[in-house]
């Protein structure tokens, strides 16, 4: 992994008090916190090898390798196997646009992907069937699925549909909005809530992350243009790689 010649001169001008009280990781540690927030390393950005690292600072590569361990530990840093350490990206969604998961990850030059967790079909719930306006009951589709972009987990969504709209939901492949677009089925509006809670057990192991972290909680109903629902989702997304932001403008 090559790094660029005016980062390289960045780390060569860092200097570690090794006399200090502060340990040597967690003094480079502090470093790479404040390159990210100054903007010198930014999202997606790649960092030195570790042995390269440590001999441009003369310490070693334990040192470097616990700094980065507690970085990767609080979701700053990324590890990819045979790629190197990256800083974490964040991802921005506007909440003023109705769109997939697989288009917004596409916008920002990422790869979408989807692990199974489960899918078929059953009988909708009273909740479910209050949010799709269905008979208690009735048939519908369910579709969980963890969500990656370029491999590393985002979001867990679990998504419920009519069944006469998805009858064979082995069928959805990573996108399920373009699964719908095929069957003539496009959402053109949708009611989203958002609160922070602490993740469940489940759903943190598959987002890799500690039960009782913070995550988003988002629920979502989106609507066909005559106004029948279509789709209620329920998803947990990563705090710290996920940011919804919306614009607000003043009344005329």
Partial sequence: MRTSPRIH???QRLQLDEGGQTPLYQQL????LRMIRSGQLEPGGALPAERVLAEILGV???TVRKAF????????LVRRQGSGTFVARRFEQPLSFLSGFSQDMRARGMEPGSKQVRRGLGQATPEEAMALSLSPGEAVARICRVRTADDLP???ECAVLPAEFVPDPEGVSDSLYAYLKARG???????????AVAAPEEEARQLGIAPGDPVLY?????????GRPLEFTRSHYRGDRYDFVAELRAEP
């Fill in 29 to 32: 540690r502090e470093h790479v």
């Fill in 185 to 195: 089925l496009r959402p053109v509006r949708a009611l989203q809530r958002l609160r």
């Fill in 218 to 226: 988002i629920q979502r109903v989106s609507f066909l243009p005559g």
């Fill in 60 to 62: 070693s590569r334990l």
């Fill in 154 to 156: 985002m979001a867990i």
């Fill in 69 to 76: 361990d507690s970085l990767v530990a609080e979701g700053v």
């Fill in 9 to 11: 001169e960045v780390w």
